[in-house]
């Protein structure tokens, strides 16, 4: 027999909200210093993107921009704490071109939040519509 493992997020709205929020902010600190005592040549910035990619759940608007700031400036505070800057000349263009693809994927997380959100109010209107049509319907009958 298969069992579920079930993750309570919160009852309210605003305690889901949190605990996102308190798990992005425990993932960045985590990759983060696995990104300061792993030594040069692991690539683990990838494992930034989940945080990211965790922020289409907040319902602030603009989140997803907010979470890619925090995470630059980790990767940022990632290598002046570890001094992989100093060590290689090709630390700092790697991680400015991965700055650049969190801020692409950012952007699209943004569009897809925004999507979600008009596609939701669509459906709300067009239910509501619906009700009327067949409230009109009933009564022409």
Known sequence: MRKIIRFD???TADEQ???VLASILALTIG???ADILIPLGFVIWILYLVP???SVWLSHRYAPFFIAWLLSGAILLGSL???SALAGTSDLPNRAVF?????IVALLAWEIKNNYEHLA???NERK?????LEALAGSLE
């Open 9 to 11: 997020l919160g009852s």
């Open 17 to 19: 909200e949190q605990s």
């Open 31 to 33: 990759i983060l210093s």
């Open 52 to 54: 990211l990619l965790m």
């Open 81 to 83: 704490i570890s001094g």
């Open 99 to 103: 700055i650049l693809m969190i801020a």
């Open 121 to 123: 109010a669509e459906i």
């Open 128 to 132: 509501a519509a619906q009700g009327e």
